[in-house]
């Protein structure tokens, strides 16, 4: 089992809008940046979006900017991607991760565990 779970993807039309979860199913979340990662059929996993342990500090991919917004809610330990003007070119399989730090990172080997992931269909 993954120690982070997706979930909230879908098959929606171009200019619709998603959110996608992110939970910890083996620890807390609280201490550490979560970042949302997307990989579309015969691509390169592509950062989309990350957030500190705070969510004081957020970063987006230029792709998404103004479209897409990452959240946490410590509450329920949960980090969301919310997702709108949907694009076809926004399909792929959408994963969490979880930094070593609590800042906001960029590199893929800044991060230590890895969801499974949630497909996001984008067709009209």
């Known amino acids: 089992q993954s120690e982070l779970v997706e979930s909230g993807g879908g098959l929606v039309k171009p200019g619709e809008s998603l959110t996608l979860s992110c939970t910890g199913s083996r620890f807390t979340l609280d201490m550490w940046a979560i970042a949302w990662f997307r990989q579309a059929p015969g691509k390169e996993r592509e950062g989309v979006a990350c957030?500190?342990?705070?969510?004081?500090?957020?970063e987006y991919a230029d792709s998404v900017k103004g479209r897409f917004k990452i959240s946490r809610d410590s509450a329920d330990d949960t980090v969301y991607l919310i997702m709108n003007s949907l694009r076809p070119e926004d399909t792929a399989v959408y994963s969490c991760a979880v930094a070593g730090s609590s800042v906001v990172v960029t590199e893929l080997a800044d991060f230590t565990s890895w969801g499974q992931g949630t497909q996001v269909t984008v067709r009209a």
């Open positions: 957030i500190s342990s705070n969510g004081g500090a957020t």
